[in-house]
């Protein structure tokens, strides 16, 4: 595995790739890897060739009382990961190479960014679409990798493709879990034992929500009430929201007509979490996705 350390070297090596048809596949991360992200890296190399990672903490979609001086760095193990999966790239920034001395360009996706985690991490989403765009432009890849944990994320990620008519598709995938239902996160390393216990209340929360789904429970009032009995019994865990919105513009929804998201951002301690329940809406049946 190649680690490509400069804007110039990755569009060299990506322009070789499409000169000879080759389809280009990029994950992109901040590091810290764990089994989602590399779920994430062999659907990718299933489906793509060459297979390029990117590790970069991106500095413009933290706040400045969030965790970036204490989010995991992990890089040597995240390597060896890396390697072992057959990535034929990793491409490994410094923050002056993605935003150079008087950088002063930014992307907003209007409306979605504004609700719900753009609401509660002002500037966030504007950090996430820049990066993401630079990233697209300097891999050029024709796929492009992310988890559906980061709902919101991918969804002004879509958005954005979409409305720059970018070449690169967005494959969203699964959600994946601890063996008790915690969706994986390199945050999670935050958590101390009794956290981590308490933090399983998240999971337990979206499966009473798929419970009232398949009972035909259509009103998101009574879902959304379900949802936060079974938050209440876990004193650790203080809800920053849990709501259920359309899956395409992230507005609340009083009655689940199409598909929907049932979204929840939780602190266990000082940790934030957030996890997702997709509810496909297909011939007036609700079909609960965890």
Known sequence: METIRTIAWMKEQSRAARLEHRIIGLVPTMGALHAGHMALVERCRKECAPVYASIFLNPTQFAPNEDLAKYPRTLEADTEKLAAAHVDGLFLPEAAEIYPRGFSTYVNVEGLSDRLEGKIRPGHFRGVATVVLKLLEIVQPHYAYFGRKDAQQVRVIQQMVRDLNLDTEIVVCPIVREA?????????????????????????????AAAEALRGEHGTMRIIEAVRGVLSTEPMAQVDYAEIVDAETFEPVTRIGR?????????????????????????????PDL
Do not use: C, F, H, P
């Open 259 to 287: 598909t929907s998201y049932a979204l929840l951002a939780v602190r266990i301690g000082k940790t934030r979490l957030i996890d997702n329940l997709l509810i496909w809406a297909e011939d007036g049946a609700l079909r």
């Open 180 to 208: 008790d239902g915690l969706a994986m996160s390199s945050r999670n390393a935050y958590l101390d034992a009794k956290e981590r216990k308490a933090a399983v209340v998240l999971y337990r929360a979206l499966q009473a």
